[in-house]
């Protein structure tokens, strides 16, 4: 710590430099607190008035305002006119300057470790102008290191693997600890490396911390993890250093140092005869204390195997034996091979005087089972004649029981591949023959699948695809191969080309189609020329066509093969009278009108035609109408205050009469219903007339008009008003006779309504609508 009597000093040598102090610079680096190892050397600073450094360790820097040191300028002559300024990194914070007498504290305990030196601005100011004394001077406070941080290793677990059977010195992994302490000041930073645990199979390089093997013949099958706990110490190890240990879980690889090895010598595997090839039918497996690719094996049968074979299960590393060849017990029921395993992976280092390869035995007993027939072919391909007759022989399907026993086998077809049941198959030796007759220009192959079943054991059956080829018959005629649009033109030469003709044939015969085309000869018009390859010239025999003579002429061509039985058809072929140009090129194909003797023409028979029929139309129309009954509404008292005038086509009442007639008086008049009073008019007794229906129940025309009523009433598009319904039945014995209009006369006047009077109340009002138009009443 700087004295006050050195500070003196140190400022008496600053403000008179030329006063003759005894101090050497390993003094002054003392006296501020550096080593004398150091031999730095506190300097003015250029133009400067103060000393340029202060030192200041970490451990004294624990008080609350410690002492670092002192300014002072030969401006400040005691009198308090002076003032010191402190600026620069923790100024005002980290370090206080006391204003009058530049005595510069430290506020808190300062770490190296965060940072070692503070660069400051001194300022000398003139306390009551506040003008600048002195020059503005930087300097420095460098903190020094103390052995205050322990080593610390980056992790606190370290993972490495190194070789099984590793030669003494191999390295595994370097673990290497940081001090946080100053590396060029002491020792506080140099660190030891030591092992604390696990010896003696490692031991540690104590500079660099590099972990290395120290035992010879480590066995990964004996021993596979190890623990080792390592000690960095700084203060190059000696006594009062500080520590940190890392754990280091170190693992011993595999290397394929263990040849494989069967546990048994001898396999027994037992196959059932209807294995299908490729499907396993046994495993053995060697074993190997080596793990990962040391541990792969590969299984072989030692000079091969016509039957099996032996592949190797990557996943459990295990001989899968698989069948090569179909088995057949009743032609050898016992097998033995021999088979080697051997790693796929061999290391150098250890092949020398070990075998990494074993062998065993295996024997393969093959099982009897019930098989299902076997055909002597598959598939069966047959042809047959499409002329061939119903009931014709087709082919033969042959399959037999391969088991010892020789069971019987009966023969079926599967309906689903011979849905038009054109084939039929003896159920006893399997012969095949037609239904039906066949049609190549149908279907020209039928396939059809033919099962052969075991008799004593219907669970057994094999199927066999059975190819019917059509074989082709010549039974169709040719015609021509599409539709000709052939027009002459009327100024046509003789001998003119108007149309090329081809024809064709569903046949197929085996050397080819040839047709030979032919019209009549007499024919005066046309002539027809054949090119030898299945096409036809049609040439004019003559010129000079019109249109009004014969706007189109019908051709008969007749065509004709060459295979047996000759085929041969008719075509016709239409050819229409066109104008052409003076190049052929058809311009129209329309009939003229042709002018008759008297001087009408078509058009003009067509136009009076069409005149005579209107006319006949409105007399027609004319007549409907005068027989037509003149219709009058049927409400016609002035009044009648009812918004809405409903006019019906027959009797009935009006829009008021829902509930005054009774549809039963339809079955019989005696039927009345006395509860129903008029709601228009004034009742005319207090209890109405009432008889007595002579016929109880009568539920077909209550069930027919309920019906209908229901129909009508949920009907969305009928009117919301009434409508007539006319019924055709009236029931039996009706003393009001037929109420139907249908067999009236054609007009109302024929008719007397006297009789309304007598049918009671509920019928007052329709006989005074009809009574009281009658022409007798009106007269």
């Known amino acids: 710590m700087i004295t006050n009597q050195v500070l003196l000093l140190l400022m008496l040598s600053i403000l008179w430099p030329s006063t003759a102090l005894p101090f050497t610079p390993g003094n002054i680096g003392n006296l501020f607190g550096m080593p004398e190892s150091d031999g730095r050397i506190l300097q003015r600073s250029k133009r400067g008035w103060m000393w340029n450094q202060f030192f200041l360790l970490e451990e004294y820097a624990g008080n609350d305002h410690q002492y670092v040191g002192k300014l002072h300028s030969n401006m400040d002559k005691g009198d308090g006119n002076v003032r010191y300024v402190l600026t620069g990194e923790g100024a005002g914070t980290l370090f206080l300057i006391d204003e009058k007498s530049g005595d510069i504290h430290a506020t808190k305990r300062l770490d190296r470790e965060e940072k070692a030196m503070y660069t400051l601005i001194a300022k000398v100011l003139d306390r009551k102008t506040n003008a600048e004394l002195e020059p503005d001077t930087e300097f420095n406070i460098k903190i020094h290191d103390i052995n205050d941080n322990e080593p610390r290793f980056a992790k606190e677990i370290y993972f490495a693997s190194v070789p099984e059977m590793s030669e003494v010195g191999t390295s595994v992994v370097t673990v290497t600890a940081n001090d946080a302490d100053d590396q060029t000041y002491g020792n506080s930073a140099k660190l030891v490396y030591s092992i604390l645990q696990g010896q003696p199979y490692f031991s540690v390089d104590s500079e660099n911390g590099t972990i290395k093997t120290a035992l010879p013949g480590m066995d990964r099958e004996v021993k596979e993890n190890y623990q080792v706990v390592i000690q960095a110490k700084d203060m190059a190890g000696q006594m009062g250093g500080l520590s940190g240990t890392t754990t280091v ?334 190049r052929g090129n058809m311009q129209s194909c329309n009939p003229e009108v042709l002018p008759f003797s008297d001087g009408l023409t078509t058009g003009a028979l067509v136009a009076i035609l069409l005149c005579v029929i209107i006319l006949l139309m409105i007399v027609v129309m004319f007549a409907a109408l005068r027989r037509q009954r003149k219709k009058e509404p049927l409400i016609i008292s002035k009044e009648d205050v009812r918004d809405n005038v409903v006019s019906y086509n027959d009797e009935g009442g009006g829009e008021e009469d829902t509930q005054a007639f009774d549809i039963g008086t339809l079955r019989n008049p005696e039927v009345m219903d006395a509860n129903k009073l008029r709601r228009d008019i004034t009742p005319e007794m207090l209890f109405p007339f009432r008889r ?33 319904a006319t019924y055709a039945y009236e029931g039996s014995g009706s003393l009001a006779e037929s109420l139907s209009s249908l067999e009236s006369a054609a007009t109302e006047g024929d008719h007397d309504y006297d009789y309304l009077s007598n049918w009671g109340p509920q019928f007052k009002k329709l006989a005074e609508m009809y009574i009281g138009k009658s022409p007798d009443r009106e007269t």
């Open 249 to 582: 879980s170190i693992t011993l690889s595999d290397v394929n140092d263990s040849p494989p090895r069967f546990a048994n010598h001898s396999f027994r595997v037992t196959a059932v005869e209807s294995t299908e090839i490729g499907g396993a039918i046994g495993r053995i497996k060697a074993d190997d204390s080596d793990v990962g690719r040391n541990a792969e094996m590969e299984y072989s049968i030692v000079g091969g195997h016509d039957t099996f074979n032996i592949i190797t299960d990557q996943t459990t590393q295990e001989g899968v034996i698989i069948i090569k060849k179909a088995l057949d017990y009743e032609n050898k029921r016992d097998y033995e091979f021999r088979v080697e395993v051997k790693n796929t992976y061999l290391d150098a280092r250890f092949i020398h005087g070990l075998q990494f390869k074993d062998y065993a035995t295996v024997k393969v007993t093959v099982e009897d089972v019930d098989e299902p027939p076997v055909f002597t072919r598959n598939p069966y391909i047959i042809e047959v004649h499409e002329d061939t007759a119903a009931g014709s022989f087709v082919g033969v399907v042959s399959a037999r029981d391969p088991d010892a026993d020789n069971k019987p086998v009966k023969y079926s077809i599967d309906r689903h591949t011979d849905l038009e049941r054109l084939f039929n198959i003896d159920s006893v030796n399997g012969t095949i023959t037609t239904l039906k007759a066949l049609d190549r220009e149908m279907s020209k192959w039928h396939n059809i699948s033919v099962v052969a079943t075991e008799i004593n054991n219907p669970r057994q059956t094999t199927r066999v695809p059975v190819f019917i080829k059509v074989l082709d018959v010549n039974d169709n005629a040719p015609e021509f191969a599409m539709s000709y649009d052939t027009f002459v033109c009327e100024n046509v030469k003789a001998g003119q080309l108007i149309q090329t003709i081809s024809a064709v044939d569903t046949d197929e015969p085996l050397v080819g189609h040839k047709f030979v085309f032919s019209i009549s000869s007499t024919n005066p018009n046309f002539t027809i020329v054949d090119r030898e390859d299945n096409t036809a010239n049609i040439l004019t025999r003559r010129g000079g066509f019109s249109r009004r003579e014969m706007s189109m002429y019908f051709l008969p061509v007749v065509i004709s093969d060459n295979d047996y039985p000759i085929q041969s058809s008719t075509s016709t072929l239409i050819v229409r009278v066109c104008a052409c140009d003076s």
């Open 692 to 724: 007595t229906s002579p016929i109880k129940d009568n539920t077909d025309v209550r069930d027919f008009i309920s019906g209908r009523l229901q129909e009508n009433d949920l009907d969305p598009t009928a009117p919301p008003y009434d409508s007539l």
